[in-house]
């Protein structure tokens, strides 16, 4: 009799211990109920985020990550790595969300769940001023290109014949390019035009460009998630309709409004 009572509260506590880890099986619960969410993102990639001349952290993403946290009642905890271990960081639920100017490809909808955009960008092909062998994307062709390895960027450079040269920063990356131990590289327009406002000395030119990718921000692909991604895609609207958005734009890309998708007109 004893044995069965035993067995019968063993039982109950499991029932219970596993009604806890349902009611819990939300990423948005545990943010809120932690009182923060965890953001990956550079810190070295200006003007989406980086550090400013106090040396606090900020940048588009910076400011829209922290208006989306306060919208869910909740604070912005940044962590600052390399790009490469931002999407790893999400996969392993070290990050909750990257903010990092990510752009929304094919291939990473598979693997994660993106918020709606929030800007649309443009890509840029930059190499020394003296370089007059490149002029457009397809002149890449047998060429040596610095980008960090994963992003969309390095693959562009791959799919056009380029060998890329790894880096984790765009200081890196530019000195590369004037060194010319690289013969270009492939970046953000609005990165390169703040690049260029602020070193407007430097020996670089941009000689051709494109359509970039609409830019999310991801989270893990995964049931648990769905909560949160649709909080955030509804704080990303409310900015959007309090012109919010559009204020951060222009603030960081030089008067630019980059929230509508002008592409699609």
């Not at 208006?67 to 909740?74: D, S």
């Not at 649309?120 to 930059?126: A, D, Q, S």
Request: charged share 25%; proline share 2%; net charge negative.
């Amino acid at each position: 009799m004893k044995k069965m009572m035993r067995t019968g509260s063993l039982v109950l506590a499991l029932v219970m211990l596993f009604m806890v880890t349902v009611a819990h099986a939300d990423l948005l619960d545990d943010i809120r109920e932690k009182g923060y969410i965890v953001i990956g993102t550079e810190g070295d990639w200006q003007p989406w985020t980086f550090h400013d001349e106090n040396n606090e952290l900020t940048g588009v993403d910076v400011e829209i990550g922290k208006a989306i946290a306060a919208r869910l009642g909740v604070e912005a905890h940044f962590e600052e790595t390399n790009w490469d271990a931002i999407l790893q960081g999400v996969d392993s639920g070290r990050f909750d969300m990257a903010c990092n100017g990510v752009g929304i490809t094919p291939e990473r909808q598979e693997k994660y769940t993106f918020s709606d955009p929030y800007l649309y960008t443009r890509k840029v092909l930059v190499v020394r001023s003296d370089n007059e062998d490149i002029k457009s994307f397809d002149d890449l062709n047998g060429k040596k290109t610095a980008n960090t390895a994963s992003s969309t960027y390095a693959q562009i450079a791959e799919e056009k014949g380029a060998t890329v040269v790894g880096v984790d920063a765009l200081a890196d990356t530019i000195q590369l390019v004037l060194q010319g131990r690289v013969d270009a590289t492939i970046n953000s327009k609005e990165t390169i035009n703040d690049y260029l406002l602020v070193h407007p000395e430097v020996q670089l030119k941009v000689v051709a460009e494109s359509e970039g990718n609409p830019v999310g921000y991801p989270v893990r692909k995964s049931e648990d998630t769905q909560t949160l991604i649709e909080a955030v895609n509804e704080a990303l609207e409310q900015m959007r309709q309090s012109g919010e958005l559009s204020e951060i734009s222009t603030r960081f890309f030089n008067g630019l409004d980059l929230t509508a998708n002008d592409e699609a007109e």
